[in-house]
T-cell receptor
Framework: ETGVTQTPRHLVMGMTNKKSLKCEQHLGHNAMYWYKQSAKKPLELMFVYSLEERVENNSVPSRFSPECPNSSHLFLHLHTLQPEDSALYLC?????????????FGPGTRLTVL | GQNIDQPTEMTATEGAIVQINCTYQTSGFNGLFWYQQHAGEAPTFLSYNVLDGLEEKGRFSSFLSRSKGYSYLLLKELQMKDSASYLCAVRDSNYQLIWGAGTKLIIKP
């Protein structure tokens, strides 16, 4: 595997379900991100981890819970979601969180909440 | 508040040149990025500008004017595969990336 991978690619869940999204980066980067992408809206930054510590939490509802067990893996745990949470969830990584460091994105998980 | 403005959609002809504009109002500035995103795929990095002027990379060029809060992405010799969304993002004083909603570029034969 190369780059940033995400599983599953598609997920349909009911509002009472609990599920987790997984992201893995094979680039040796120190920072990882979760974004939400909704149609015709800017990317919304949800969480940032740098060296496995959370450094950013943009007022995300508690029904989204991130976990970063090591610098290569990032999870997003989902529970009691709402239909408006349906979106593309993108994971990204970068060498650092500042300067010219570009972010490398995974293919995303298309989430549908029924 | 912080804001990035881009046109929602643009149409251009294969072989032609197109310029996609981006204006921003952010708390501080620590660089501007352009990304390309094909439908159903991940965004991929195109360019980075932190100083005023033009950065050229093959068929793609990106320009920045910090005093005007303005950037553009110039695509030359357009190909059908350039049909995609183009995202502008600015790193603010807290080094957080602020994203525009993207410009959907449609290339016609």
């Amino acid at each position: 595997e190369t780059g940033v991978t995400q599983t599953p690619r598609h997920l349909v869940m009911g509002m009472t379900n609990k599920k987790s999204l997984k992201c893995e980066q094979h680039l040796g980067h120190n920072a990882m991100y979760w974004y939400k992408q909704s149609a015709k809206k800017p990317l919304e930054l949800m969480f940032v981890y740098s060296l496995e510590e959370r450094v950013e939490n943009n007022s995300v509802p508690s029904r989204f819970s991130p976990e970063c067990p090591n610098s290569s893996h990032l999870f997003l745990h989902l529970h009691t979601l709402q239909p408006e949470d349906s979106a593309l969830y993108l994971c990204a990584s970068s060498q650092a969180t500042s300067g010219a460091d570009e972010q490398f994105f995974g293919p995303g998980t298309r989430l549908t909440v029924l | 508040g912080q804001n990035i403005d881009q046109p929602t959609e643009m149409t251009a002809t294969e072989g032609a040149i197109v310029q996609i504009n981006c204006t921003y109002q952010t708390s501080g500035f620590n660089g501007l990025f352009w990304y390309q995103q094909h439908a159903g795929e991940a965004p991929t990095f195109l360019s980075y500008n932190v100083l005023d002027g033009l950065e050229e990379k093959g068929r793609f060029s990106s320009f920045l004017s910090r005093s005007k809060g303005y950037s553009y992405l110039l695509l030359k010799e357009l190909q059908m595969k350039d049909s995609a969304s183009y995202l502008c993002a600015v790193r603010d004083s807290n080094y957080q990336l602020i994203w525009g909603a993207g410009t959907k570029l449609i290339i016609k034969p």
